[in-house]
């Protein structure tokens, strides 16, 4: 039997019928960019949130950076940030100008929340939360540390669609939530698509602006803004899969439950649950300090895996103007050194689940 670590073609035959419905629907409309489907489903995505406005935009990156730049942060300001993220959090600060200020992650791999106030400066500006993996940080300290400074709170939830704290939604505990619905992702799309959701209404509304070249009224330009509009058939497809969004949730949930109660090998550490935190399981990620010979092992017997990520940001080539050195953020570097990705994804068959974990309960 042969797994991939992760596939998508599944998640497209499920709900086959209704996709290709709506494609065809978007084709032969005449009209694809930004129109009734974005539309209906920015009020849709919203409603699902819980958020009061949704803006639909062409990435999970133009999210943040955009969101960063309109919360009015730029060159001299710092955005604290955990240090064991995917790099998309840390472009969409430093496209603005912006200074990433690394927090280690705690066991849930979240930012640590008790080692944000010591990272507070003059020039703190914003605390940058993200849900890495589908779980939740620790957002009632979080909000405490906001309030406490007057800090920008803004989330990354590309990995969270749906995750709750408390019964309330990610990506509506801040300024703005940033979502990305890259085919790969829970909530996906066929192509790249993005939002940001937010109780603000000027924040809303100035990105509804400034995602079509700072227009609102097409030729009369108030800022100077970036082409990230949402196009049609993007939306119409996210429109059927978000109306489905409990049934891929509850899948999961269910996936990672069977995963956690059927591994047992003591070379593996399972993921936990924060308590009061309903996670959507993005990824079902394990650690072991015998991470390659692993690797190796499931490759040999047509299993593949994945590391979210080998690299932390700070010791990236791309941040090397940073100056950070190996040793700088210790607990964000044991997890890049241990992680490892199961293969997790939407249909994934009870059969293929268990032969993944019979493997990994023989190795030895
Ligand atoms: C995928 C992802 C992004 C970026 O989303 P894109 O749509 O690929 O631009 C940002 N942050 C995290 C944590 C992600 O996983």
Redesign the pocket.
């Known amino acids: 039997m042969k797994i991939m670590s992760n596939r998508m073609d599944y998640g497209y035959f499920k709900y086959q019928e209704e996709f290709e419905e709506k494609a065809l629907s978007v084709l032969r409309s005449g009209w694809y960019v930004l129109g009734k489907e974005v539309d209906s489903f920015e009020k849709n995505f919203a409603h699902y949130t819980g958020a009061a406005h949704c803006v639909g935009l062409a990435?999970?990156?133009?999210?943040?950076w955009i969101a960063v730049k309109l919360l009015g942060i730029g060159p001299g300001d710092e955005v604290i940030v955990q240090g064991n993220?995917?790099i998309?959090?840390v472009m969409?600060i430093t496209i603005n100008g912006a200074t990433p200020v690394f927090v280690e992650p705690d066991a849930y791999y979240q930012i640590d929340a008790d080692k944000i106030e010591e990272k507070i400066t003059s020039r703190t500006k914003a605390v940058m939360v993200?849900?890495?993996y589908g779980h939740v940080a620790d957002m009632d300290k979080i909000l405490h540390i906001c309030r406490k400074y007057g800090l920008k709170l803004i989330e990354?939830c590309?990995?969270s669609h749906g995750a709750l704290y408390k019964g309330r939604m990610t990506g509506t505990f801040g300024d703005a939530g940033?979502f990305?619905?890259?085919p790969?992702?829970n909530l996906g799309a066929f192509g790249?698509?993005?939002a940001i959701v937010t109780n603000l209404p000027a924040l809303a509304e100035n990105a509804r602006i400034f995602r079509n070249y700072g227009s609102e009224k097409r030729y009369y330009n108030k800022v100077v803004g970036a082409n990230s509009r949402l196009d049609e058939l993007q939306a119409g497809l996210l429109n059927i899969r978000l109306a489905h969004m409990q049934e891929i949730t509850e899948e999961r949930r269910q996936l990672a439950a069977v995963y956690s109660r059927e591994l047992h090998q003591e070379d593996i550490l399972l993921p936990g649950q924060r308590p009061d935190t309903e996670p959507v399981w993005?990824q079902y990620v394990i650690r072991t300090r015998r991470r390659e010979e692993l690797i190796d092992y499931l490759n040999q017997r047509d299993i593949g895996t994945l590391i979210h990520y080998p690299v932390p940001p700070h010791l990236a080539e791309a941040y090397h103007s940073l100056g950070y050195r190996k040793g700088d953020f210790p607990i964000t570097e044991k997890y890049a050194g241990t992680v490892l990705s199961l293969p997790f994804y939407s249909g994934m068959l009870p059969e293929e689940q268990q032969y993944v974990i019979d493997c990994i309960n023989s190795f030895r």
């Open positions: 990435s999970g990156l133009d999210a943040l993220t995917y998309a959090s969409g993200v849900h890495l990354d590309a990995q940033c990305s619905f890259y790969s992702k790249d698509a993005g993005h």
